[in-house]
């Protein structure tokens, strides 16, 4: 069973929706949660929802035949059957005006899913109709299966409507929400506030899950799942696997660094890595590990306080100096520098960081590699993406980066992947699909072979 929840625009509430119908059906059921597109921070709602880590499907990063692996994959590891879809942004929008790349609909189609409409519906009756027959005739391959009224203003509102869309748009309306401030969720610049940093959250997605049962008809979405059918034929691994020997990664991981994929961490251990997870913020040392991998998150905002654990900042900094690999995305990179808004960090690269109002990067990128690295031989492409409001003063010493941007910004003309001895931090964020070879070549690199 499987289903895709899509929006069709801005503004819609579709992660607050989607993660209310998850934890509802989490009740009786065992779903395992999806989110389209590289966003790190909705899947942690997803998670806390259904008590399985939600996954990233995403056609920049993953041809079909490997989106059709990594949803499969899902399933088996959860032992789940139920596979629960969030889209991003309007169910077509990708990074072509005319094309499926990045957009939802791709991630539709290759898995054949059915999708479910969730329109705002604010100030519509019969032109909700004309939006979802315009939805449904610009791809009629998409499978568009019924349609979520958001922001119903009453009862009777959510009839007409209804009736509206039913009647002539020949599409079953399986739900109508109010209008409802308490549906809603603190923002922060990169999007919504990381589920993991809020005890109420919690709280408010039991809220959610109430007011989904309360006016969804959870039957006939799961009735709508089970008319999926089979998954279509082919598939792709997701990464490079060799056998290399036991070694330990340690994984920065807290309040503070909360950027994952899911299914990077498990290429490592696939690639016979065990993962030590260590926090920035609250441990006094880095373990006892042959690498080290930081993510990205929110450093800025816990600046003060990973300035103040000056005991884990050197020995950072004295794991870089003993030649061990550490790699850093976007906040890690930013913990990596010499301070970020004039608070002191690690400085295994020696140029200051700050935040900016605006911001910097916005994009799915292509990178080459100009140099061998800890992720990448030279010459190779991989795809990534970069979403940041900081910048860094190069002042001083050159710094040698080890990709090219093909596509995207990156930290400066076009260059991204500051490297120093055996460590690699760049603003770009990866996934093992889009850089098949970045646990293997990790994992080669902490046993000083590559």
């Avoid at 503070?256 to 913020?281: G, H, K, R």
Wanted: hydrophobic share 40%; aromatic share 8%.
């Amino acid at each position: 069973m499987r289903v895709v929840l899509a929006g069709t625009g801005s503004a819609v509430g579709k992660t607050t929706i989607s993660t209310g119908i998850m934890k509802a059906l989490s009740k009786e059921l065992k779903v395992q949660p999806f989110k389209v597109g590289p966003d790190y921070i909705d899947p942690t709602y997803h998670t806390l929802a259904t008590g399985n880590i939600s996954r990233n499907l995403d056609s920049f990063f993953m041809n079909d035949l490997q989106i059709r692996e990594a949803f499969e994959r899902g399933l088996k590891i959860s032992n789940s059957n139920m596979g629960i879809i969030e889209g991003v942004r309007g169910l077509y929008e990708g990074i072509s005006p005319i094309e499926d790349v990045g957009n939802t609909a791709s991630i539709a189609k290759a898995l054949n899913a059915p999708v479910i409409l969730i329109l705002n519906s604010r100030s519509l009756v019969k032109s909700a109709a004309a939006v979802v027959i315009g939805f449904k005739t610009l791809d009629p391959t998409v499978k568009i299966e019924g349609v979520i009224l958001n922001l119903v203003k009453n009862r009777k509102h959510y009839l007409k409507t209804k009736e509206a869309v039913e009647k002539l748009a020949n599409t079953p309306v399986i739900g109508g929400i109010p209008r409802d401030e308490t549906i809603s969720v603190e923002q922060r610049h990169l999007g919504l506030v990381p589920a993991v940093e809020r005890d109420s959250i919690l709280r408010n997605i039991e809220d959610w899950g109430k007011v989904m049962e309360e006016n969804i008809d959870l039957d006939a979405l799961i009735a709508i799942m089970k008319e999926a059918g089979n998954l279509p034929e082919g598939r792709e691994p997701l990464f490079h696997k060799e056998s290399k020997g036991n070694l330990k990664i340690g994984v920065a991981k807290d309040e503070v660094f909360t950027f994952y994929y899911q299914d990077n961490l498990e290429s490592l251990e696939a690639n016979n890595a065990d993962l030590i997870y260590f926090s920035p913020l609250h441990d006094d040392e880095v373990p006892d590990v042959d690498a080290v991998y930081i993510g990205g998150g929110y450093p800025e905002i816990f600046a003060k306080e990973l300035a103040a654990n000056y005991s884990m900042r050197t020995s950072l900094k004295k794991f870089h100096n003993d030649i061990r690999p550490i790699y850093a995305e976007c906040g890690g990179l930013m913990y990596l520098t010499r301070s970020i808004n004039n608070h002191e960090m690690c400085d295994v690269f020696p140029y200051q960081s700050h935040m900016t109002k605006k911001p910097q990067a916005l994009s799915y990128v292509i990178a080459r590699a100009a140099h061998d690295n800890i992720i990448i031989p030279e010459g190779e492409t991989f795809h990534g993406h970069e979403f940041h409001y900081s910048q860094l003063e190069l002042e001083g010493s050159k710094p040698k980066f080890a990709f090219n941007i093909l596509r995207g910004r990156g930290v400066v003309d076009s260059k991204d992947g500051l490297m120093s001895k055996n460590t690699l931090a760049s603003y770009v964020h990866t996934h093992v699909a889009a850089c098949p070879t970045f646990a293997s070549q990790m994992v080669r690199s902490a046993l000083g072979d590559y």
